[in-house]
């Protein structure tokens, strides 16, 4: 392949969370197979963040492409207003199956910001419908960081440098600790009684916090948060567009604390890294809120791509993967792993902490990182690792083998050794 970024198109490009004027010029992928990724000019690169943590199944999976390209051949949109079809109505029933408890209800729409969206507009007016017409604000947590449209930004911490400037514009929120002791879990509950009848919902990142700094936290602190939403009947909102799908080494989060949310969003590894699909799930009793005679009362929201098709036959396709290959045990077996083959970077001076959870290590530094020079540093060692805050992370596809693993490990080790 000839042809550069430039000639290809490049200077039309805006690219993402990048500062244009000072950008370095992006790689050109060519192909993608496994956990491996093919450039224009002939190198390969071994994949640590699975094209950001969708890739569950690798890339190019057969079964997945093989549903895909029958639904191609038959039909790949059509609109959802009105006409529903085979592989989003399977879709919808499979989801309500897998995820925990009464979650039954599957509102399809095209992206993860957009998944949190919904779900913001459908906590709001679950109290509308009931004549509580003050319960308009939630609660996050800091560190927390939930998409980068207009509301989700106002759930995420406005520390988080990418939204800073934005502060003057979004809706005010509330953003708390995260209840993970006596003095946390006390603040957290005055917030609770203080904004008692205006809180909407609580809107959480369970078990781990993703761009806000892959920060973990405890399941009783994931239990607390759900208790005390129940006790003083606030709605949660769980945002397992990072953690579901096997990630965290169980299908979702959630079950690892036996937490029923009243609403879960999804998306990324949803459609297993082939074509962008999201979803808001919802319990019985959020539904029965909108379940009316009065027509203001149903919930307004319809992407004109939602419930595509072809991404959904994608995602039941990964649906079946899940079903017959042993992902959840593959990520569990990672976290072992990743925790011992990166524990030598604890030796270094400058490293703060290294932890694992599921298919998630991550080691944290003490001071800023240059993201530039170290993924240079990084493909330079054949593979593609991010970057990002104080930390460098892996989130490799959950069935990534022994040796393209290790490689990966031994480069985060060998850059944090330099």
Request: net charge negative; glycine share 8%.
């Amino acid at each position: 392949m000839t042809e550069t970024w430039r000639s290809l198109g490049g200077e039309n490009i805006w690219l993402p969370y990048t500062q244009m004027k000072m950008a370095a010029e992006p790689l050109l992928a060519v192909a993608t197979e496994g956990s491996r990724i093919r450039l224009a000019d002939g190198r390969e690169l071994i994949d640590g963040v699975s094209s950001w943590w969708t890739a569950c199944h690798g890339y190019n999976h057969p079964h997945i492409l093989a549903a895909m390209r029958e639904q191609l051949d038959r039909m790949p949109h059509v609109m959802f207003g009105g006409i529903n079809h085979e592989p989003a109505l399977r879709l919808a029933k499979r989801l309500a199956a897998v995820t925990p408890g009464d979650l039954n209800h599957v509102l399809f729409v095209d992206s993860g910001s957009v998944a949190i969206e919904a779900a913001m507009k459908m906590a709001v007016q679950y109290w509308l419908n009931q004549g509580e017409e003050k319960r308009l604000k939630f609660i996050s947590f800091r560190n927390g960081y939930h998409g980068d449209t207009m509301g989700c930004m106002s759930l995420c911490d406005p520390e988080l440098e990418m939204y800073e400037r934005f502060g003057d514009y979004m809706p005010r929120q509330i953003i708390a600790d995260l209840p993970v002791d006596d003095k946390s879990t006390a603040k957290f509950t005055d917030i609770l009684y203080r904004e008692q009848g205006g809180i909407a919902a609580v809107v959480i990142e369970p078990l781990v916090q993703g761009v806000g700094g892959m920060k973990f936290h405890h399941v009783v602190a994931l239990r607390r948060v759900a208790d005390l939403c129940a006790k003083h009947k606030v709605l949660l909102i769980a945002d397992e567009i990072f953690t579901g799908f096997g990630r965290t080494g169980s299908m979702f989060a959630c079950d690892q604390a036996g937490v029923v949310p009243d609403i879960m969003c999804l998306g990324k590894a949803l459609s297993a890294c082939t074509v962008t699909l999201a979803a808001v799930v919802a319990r019985q009793h959020v539904f029965d809120a909108f379940w009316s005679d009065d027509p203001k009362k149903a919930l307004m929201h319809g992407p004109t791509y939602m419930a595509n098709p072809l991404a959904c036959a994608a995602a039941n396709a990964s649906l079946d993967v899940f079903e017959s290959e042993p992902r959840l045990e593959q990520a569990q077996r990672m976290e072992n792993i990743l925790r011992e083959g990166l524990a030598s970077c604890r030796s270094q001076g400058d490293v703060l902490d290294v932890r694992s959870k599921g298919a998630i290590g991550v080691v944290q530094i003490n001071g800023k990182l240059d993201h530039r020079k170290l993924r240079a540093e990084f493909i330079e060692q054949g593979v593609w690792v991010r970057s990002w805050g104080d930390h460098i992370y892996l989130t490799p596809a959950l069935n990534i083998d022994q040796e393209d693993l290790e490689r990966l490990i031994n480069a985060v080790c060998e850059i944090v050794r330099q």
